[in-house]
Nanobody, 124 residues
C-alpha cells in the first residue's frame, strides 16, 4: 500500500515563498509519476504540476508557471513543490498524488495514490 504524506503548508504573506514536501512509502518512488494538485472549497481539484519518473519532464498549470517548481529526490522517496511569489489565489489545500501511468497528467483520476493534503494560506 502506497502512502503519501505532505508537509510544509502554513500561513504566509503575499510574495513569500514556501516549500511543500511529499514523502512516499510502500513503493519505490521512481515507479511513479508524481503530481501536486490543489483544491479550494466548492471547486474541482486542479493540477498544479506533475513530474516524470526520472524528474526530467515537468508540466505546470499556467497560473503557477515561473513561480512554482516541482522536483523529486527518488533516493529519498520525496517530491517537492517550491512555491515563490505567492498570491492570495494560491490559497488552497495542496495534495500530493502519484500513479504508475498517466495520459496527459491533468486529471485527478489518472493518479492512484493520494496524500491527505496540506493547507496553504496566503494572506494579503
Amino acid at each position: 500500500q502506497v502512502q503519501l504524506v505532505e508537509s510544509g503548508g502554513g500561513l504566509v504573506q503575499v510574495g513569500d515563498s514556501l516549500r511543500l514536501s511529499c514523502a512516499a512509502s510502500g513503493r519505490t518512488l521512481s515507479d511513479l509519476v508524481m503530481a501536486w494538485f490543489r483544491q479550494t472549497p466548492g471547486k474541482d481539484r486542479e493540477l498544479v504540476a506533475w513530474i516524470s519518473r526520472d524528474g526530467r519532464g515537468t508540466t505546470y498549470a499556467d497560473s503557477v508557471t515561473d513561480r512554482f517548481t516541482v522536483s523529486r529526490d527518488n533516493a529519498k522517496n520525496t517530491v517537492y513543490l517550491q512555491m515563490s511569489s505567492l498570491k492570495p489565489d494560491d490559497t488552497a489545500v495542496y495534495y500530493c498524488a502519484g500513479g504508475p501511468f498517466i495520459v496527459a497528467g491533468r486529471a485527478p483520476n489518472e493518479y492512484a495514490y493520494w496524500g491527505q493534503g496540506t493547507q496553504v494560506t496566503v494572506s494579503s
